[in-house]
T-cell receptor, first 111, second 116 residues
Framework: QKEVEQNSGPLSVPEGAIASLNCTYS??????FFWYRQYSGKSPELIMF????GDKEDGRFTAQLNKASQYVSLLIRDSQPSDSATYLC???????????FGAGTRLAVHP | GAVVSQHPSWVICKSGTSVKIECRSL??????MFWYRQFPKQSLMLMAT?????????EQGVEKDKFLINHASLTLSTLTVTSAHPEDSSFYIC????????????FGQGTRLTVV
């Protein structure tokens, strides 16, 4: 079982719709969770981080964390074509000083 | 956010030669830096965790004698790919964390290595 799992996609949504990206993790001791966005040929850029159960909102982005179910999600409201990228879920492995990435979900927002 | 600078952004080298990649945290001290490798259309694979003043911790399957990591100061870590081969061609990315274990990591721009 991979430590961090994501659906590779592509996830295709129309412009203006809500994009929902999901991620599950295996280490129950993990405490910190991150969403990064990566454009082709570029390094990842941080979108959001979340530490506590529940929702965290930042502009058009909402991260949701459920530690009991070991999943974290990212909602993108009012999706724009510029949001088209690969979204990487990352988890700090509990007890270890490592940031582990999922395989990423490719999002395509079409006009 | 914090700034991490990686150099060079791309390099082409001949098979058998060595290549050094630098990763600098410009506006913060990074006790820990991470080195990742990313092949096309794949995710970031953690190669090693670099701790200032001590030996790097390598992930399973990563050859420590081939990928030499030095973290001599709180703002600089280097990755040297020794005796590079075409299969080492990849996108190498460093990241650094400015604070405690649970803070976010910031990434360098990445280095695209092509071995011919």
């Amino acid at each position: 079982q991979k430590e961090v799992e994501q659906n590779s996609g592509p996830l295709s949504v129309p412009e203006g719709a809500i994009a929902s990206l999901n991620c599950t993790y295996s280490d129950r001791g993990s405490q910190s969770f991150f969403w990064y966005r990566q454009y082709s040929g570029k390094s990842p850029e941080l979108i959001m981080f979340i530490y506590s159960n529940g929702d965290k909102e930042d502009g058009r982005f909402t991260a949701q964390l459920n530690k009991a179910s070991q999943y974290v999600s990212l909602l993108i409201r009012d999706s724009q074509p510029s949001d088209s990228a690969t979204y990487l879920c990352a988890v700090i492995s509990g007890g270890y000083n490592k940031l582990i990435f999922g395989a990423g979900t490719r999002l395509a927002v079409h006009p | 956010g914090a700034v991490v600078s990686q150099h060079p952004s791309w390099v082409i080298c001949k098979s058998g030669t060595s290549v050094k990649i630098e990763c600098r945290s410009l506006d913060f001290q990074a006790t820990t830096m991470f080195w990742y490798r990313q092949f096309p259309k794949q995710s970031l694979m953690l190669m090693a965790t670099s701790n200032e003043g001590s030996k790097a911790t390598y992930e399973q399957g990563v050859e420590k004698d081939k990928f030499l990591i030095n973290h001599a100061s709180l703002t600089l870590s280097t990755l040297t790919v020794t005796s590079a081969h075409p299969e080492d061609s990849s996108f190498y990315i460093c990241s650094a964390r400015p604070g405690s274990m649970n803070t976010e990591a910031f990434f360098g721009q990445g280095t695209r290595l092509t071995v011919v």
